[in-house]
């Protein structure tokens, strides 16, 4: 069974500090997919960034970006330059290329303090 | 124009009651997801569609019934409410093979009292 982790239950940063949530990954699949969602106190899951396994590339969108470690199954987001409207829950999940299972970890919470 | 829209978005009821949540996406996608959000934040998937045919069943208790009259619609209904089904529940969805995000509704918190 595919499980994902995320050891970091609470992470506090300044405003316009860089930030970086760690997330790993258990299984013997090749081809998969991960994904970083957000929720923020409006209770609404947004993706943030999404990472496909046969990428060697990290993914990047604006101020957020991977850090992809494909034989470590590590799978860390980077925020950079955060801004009070990051603060949320920050989930990783998983998805076997042509499965039908989004697999989350246990989430995140991010404070940005102004 | 919303995506994915469940109803309602909060919803209070007595242990023993029987409720429905109901959920609808105008995104043309094949795939439909119930999700269970418990007290701790953790997200496990209960069920998954595909064209109307259900693909996963996470041992969910036989009192959840999911049902889906076309694929742009999955409804859940629960029966015999327990306080331990208190939770935010979401409904999503997906596209095809190579569509791999998952668009979530904004949730349903349940409250059993």
């Known amino acids: 069974a595919q499980t994902v982790t995320q050891s970091q239950p609470e992470m506090s940063v300044q405003e316009a500090e860089t930030v970086t949530l760690s997330c790993t990954y258990d299984?013997?699949?090749?081809?998969?997919?991960l994904f970083w969602y957000k929720q923020p106190p409006s209770r609404q899951m947004i993706l943030v960034i999404r990472?496909?396994?046969?990428?060697?590339q990290n993914a990047t969108e604006n101020r957020f970006s991977v850090n992809f470690q494909k034989a470590a199954k590590s799978f860390s987001l980077k925020i950079s330059d955060s801004q009070l409207g990051d603060t949320a829950m920050y989930f990783c999940?998983?998805?076997?290329?042509?499965?039908?299972?989004?697999?989350f970890g246990q989430g995140t919470r991010l404070t940005i303090n102004p | 124009d919303t995506a994915v829209s469940q109803t309602p978005k909060y919803l209070v009821t007595q242990m023993g009651n029987d409720k429905s949540i109901k959920c609808e996406q105008n995104?043309?996608?094949?795939?439909m997801y119930w999700y269970k959000q418990d007290s701790k934040k953790f997200l496990k998937i209960m069920f998954s569609?595909?064209?109307?045919?259900?693909?996963i069943n996470e041992t969910v208790p036989n009192r959840f019934s999911p049902k889906s009259p076309d694929k742009a619609h999955l409804n859940l209904h629960i029966n015999s409410l327990e306080l331990g089904d208190s939770a935010v529940y979401f409904c999503?969805?997906?596209?095809?093979?190579?569509?791999?995000?998952?668009?979530f509704g904004q949730g349903t918190r349940l409250t059993v009292v």
């Open positions: 569609y595909n064209n109307k045919e259900l693909i």
């Open positions: 999940a998983f998805m076997i290329q042509g499965a039908q299972k989004l697999v």
């Open positions: 990472q496909e396994a046969y990428k060697q």
């Open positions: 999503a969805s997906r596209g095809g093979f190579l569509n791999t995000e998952a668009f």
């Open positions: 299984t013997s699949e090749n081809n998969y997919y």
């Open positions: 995104l043309g996608h094949d795939t």
